[in-house]
């Protein structure tokens, strides 16, 4: 890992000797006599260690120091110090120094120090990578998370996924993952091994639902040639996955109660209770409870499904992660079509947030499907886009946003276009938009938009 450090000494001899020293152990050094120039460094740099006199010209060591960490308090700051400067050195300690080393020092003892900082640093990075691998699991599994909304789906498929067999209903819109969700929750569970059976209650006939899941015994109607089994016994050990619950039959709904309640079912033309080991996950994009009060859907049925209940928002409600999704799908369209589109233009980029996207996530994948296919360049174009995104056009400049919005969706949307007003430059962004650049580093963390480079 390469890491980058900064020297800032104004005695000409050592700071040279030191970097020197630094830079055949294989470190990026950086070097400066003066805070002000240090500042300036790590305003253009990531800098991931500072070795900082405390004497210097102009603006001293700790000044320097509590303005570096303005600017970023990631970055670990060795203080070094003359004899009779041990009362400042313990004043930087408490302003957030990493260590000190006393002048005159052995440079096996700078060493050691410096090795002993930079592993400090490692292990912070290293669990910011853990942090962010977690993201990038759920994204190979073609779930984006940036949104506070679907982190808050995540954390409960990983609790819920730890749990035995607790019956799940997933509620959302069509288009908004129901399906990944359910997956995910089977693949982390401990039921993984085993079978997972999916069925869509919207898609297959009601005089054929009832064998399809319980299964039939030979003789029970005139094509049961032989016996079969359903759905539940194939999964035994496993999930099944009943998606669009809220379109099973009326005749079929008790039955499926019964067996949430005992785990136990009658083939079709079958006398003999058979008993499996199956956990259900029900997906349904329509309000149940007001299919209770319209007697469509069965009370006790409703409720003991929603034991463990997931709401997934629908892509309006959760803007942030319209760019992240667009770009995990454009991979995966290049990768498919063996195209090399590199990104998407900030006007497109802004269209696809504007949009509302009634087909949700789906719709979403569709229309960067389209928009790979019909590129010709590096990057998706706004004329790439299916008519009904490009109708937004109209609405003028990113600053003119959806009263649907909320004030962190507003706040990434601002931020991002002040950034790429000042051509990227962190710290101009961050003093035009009236905070510290390290807080701007912890907003496009949040936002997705910020990668470490090591």
Same mark, same amino acid.
């Given at each position: 890992?390469?890491?980058?450090?900064?020297?800032?000494?104004?005695?000409?001899?050592?700071?040279?000797?030191?970097?020197?020293?630094?830079?055949?152990?294989?470190?990026?050094?950086?070097?400066?006599?003066?805070?002000?120039?240090?500042?300036?460094?790590?305003?253009?740099?990531?800098?991931?260690?500072?070795?900082?006199?405390?004497?210097?010209?102009?603006?001293?060591?700790?000044?320097?120091?509590?303005?570096?960490?303005?600017?970023?308090?990631?970055?670990?700051?060795?203080?070094?110090? %003359?004899?009779?400067?041990?009362?400042?050195?313990?004043?930087?300690?408490?302003?957030?120094?990493?260590?000190?080393?006393?002048?005159?020092?052995?440079?096996?003892?700078?060493?050691?120090?410096?090795?002993?900082?930079?592993?400090?640093?490692?292990?912070?990075?290293?669990?910011?990578?853990?942090?962010?691998?977690?993201?990038?699991?759920?994204?190979?599994?073609?779930?984006?998370?940036?949104?506070?909304?679907?982190?808050?789906?995540?954390?409960?498929?990983?609790?819920?996924?730890?749990?035995?067999?607790?019956?799940?209903?997933?509620?959302?819109?069509?288009?908004?993952?129901?399906?990944?969700?359910?997956?995910?929750?089977?693949?982390?569970?401990?039921?993984?091994?085993?079978?997972?059976?999916?069925?869509?209650?919207?898609?297959?006939?009601?005089?054929?639902?009832?064998?399809?899941?319980?299964?039939?015994?030979?003789?029970?109607?005139?094509?049961?040639?032989?016996?079969?089994?359903?759905?539940?016994?194939?999964?035994?050990?496993?999930?099944?996955?009943?998606?669009?619950?809220?379109?099973?039959?009326?005749?079929?709904?008790?039955?499926?109660?019964?067996?949430?309640?005992?785990?136990?079912?009658?083939?079709?033309?079958?006398?003999?209770?058979?008993?499996?080991?199956?956990?259900?996950?029900?997906?349904?994009?329509?309000?149940?409870?007001?299919?209770?009060?319209?007697?469509?859907?069965?009370?006790?049925?409703?409720?003991?499904?929603?034991?463990?209940?997931?709401?997934?928002?629908?892509?309006?409600?959760?803007?942030?992660?319209?760019?992240?999704?667009?770009?995990?799908?454009?991979?995966?369209?290049?990768?498919?079509?063996?195209?090399?589109?590199?990104?998407?233009?900030?006007?497109?980029?802004?269209?696809?947030?504007?949009?509302?996207?009634?087909?949700?996530?789906?719709?979403?994948?569709?229309?960067?499907?389209?928009?790979?296919?019909?590129?010709?360049?590096?990057?998706?174009?706004?004329?790439?886009?299916?008519?009904?995104?490009?109708?937004?056009?109209?609405? %003028?400049?990113?600053?003119?946003?959806?009263?649907?919005?909320?004030?962190?969706?507003?706040?990434?949307?601002?931020?991002?276009?002040?950034?790429?007003?000042?051509?990227?430059?962190?710290?101009?962004?961050?003093?035009?938009?009236?905070?510290?650049?390290?807080?701007?580093?912890?907003?496009?963390?949040?936002?997705?938009?910020?990668?470490?480079?090591?």
């Amino acid at each position: 890992m390469g890491f980058t450090m900064l020297i800032v000494e104004d005695e000409e001899t050592l700071r040279l000797s030191l970097r020197m020293a630094l830079r055949a152990e294989g470190y990026n050094v950086l070097c400066t006599e003066k805070g002000e120039e240090a500042l300036k460094i790590v305003e253009k740099e990531l800098v991931d260690l500072v070795i900082l006199d405390i004497r210097l010209p102009g603006m001293d060591g700790l000044q320097t120091m509590g303005k570096i960490k303005e600017l970023d308090p990631t970055i670990l700051t060795i203080v070094m110090t %003359g004899y009779a400067d041990v009362e400042t050195a313990v004043r930087a300690m408490k302003m957030g120094a990493y260590d000190y080393i006393n002048k005159p020092f052995e440079l096996d003892e700078m060493k050691l120090v410096i090795s002993k900082a930079l592993e400090t640093q490692k292990l912070k990075m290293e669990l910011n990578r853990l942090r962010r691998g977690r993201m990038e699991g759920w994204a190979e599994a073609g779930i984006v998370a940036r949104s506070g909304k679907m982190k808050e789906v995540l954390e409960l498929v990983e609790k819920v996924s730890q749990t035995p067999r607790t019956s799940v209903l997933i509620e959302g819109e069509t288009g908004t993952g129901k399906e990944l969700i359910a997956h995910a929750i089977h693949n982390q569970s401990a039921r993984s091994s085993k079978p997972l059976m999916d069925i869509n209650c919207s898609a297959i006939p009601e005089n054929l639902m009832e064998a399809h899941i319980f299964g039939h015994e030979k003789g029970a109607f005139t094509d049961a040639k032989t016996q079969h089994k359903g759905l539940f016994e194939l999964a035994d050990g496993g999930t099944v996955f009943l998606d669009e619950i809220g379109d099973l039959s009326l005749s079929l709904q008790p039955k499926l109660l019964r067996f949430l309640e005992t785990q136990t079912f009658k083939r079709v033309g079958g006398t003999v209770d058979l008993k499996v080991d199956v956990r259900i996950i029900a997906a349904t994009n329509k309000d149940l409870a007001q299919c209770t009060k319209e007697k469509t859907f069965r009370e006790d049925l409703y409720y003991r499904l929603k034991v463990m209940e997931i709401h997934i928002p629908p892509l309006r409600q959760r803007r942030e992660d319209i760019i992240p999704l667009a770009y995990s799908f454009l991979d995966r369209f290049n990768r498919e079509f063996k195209k090399t589109v590199k990104g998407i233009a900030p006007k497109a980029e802004y269209l696809l947030e504007a949009y509302d996207w009634p087909g949700n996530v789906r719709e979403l994948k569709n229309s960067i499907e389209r928009a790979v296919l019909l590129a010709s360049g590096e990057e998706i174009l706004p004329q790439h886009l299916p008519w009904e995104i490009r109708g937004k056009e109209s609405e %003028g400049t990113p600053s003119h946003y959806s009263l649907d919005y909320s004030l962190e969706e507003i706040e990434r949307i601002h931020i991002l276009n002040v950034l790429q007003d000042t051509g990227g430059n962190k710290s101009l962004a961050a003093r035009r938009l009236g905070i510290s650049r390290s807080t701007l580093r912890e907003k496009l963390i949040k936002y997705g938009q910020y990668e470490r480079k090591d």
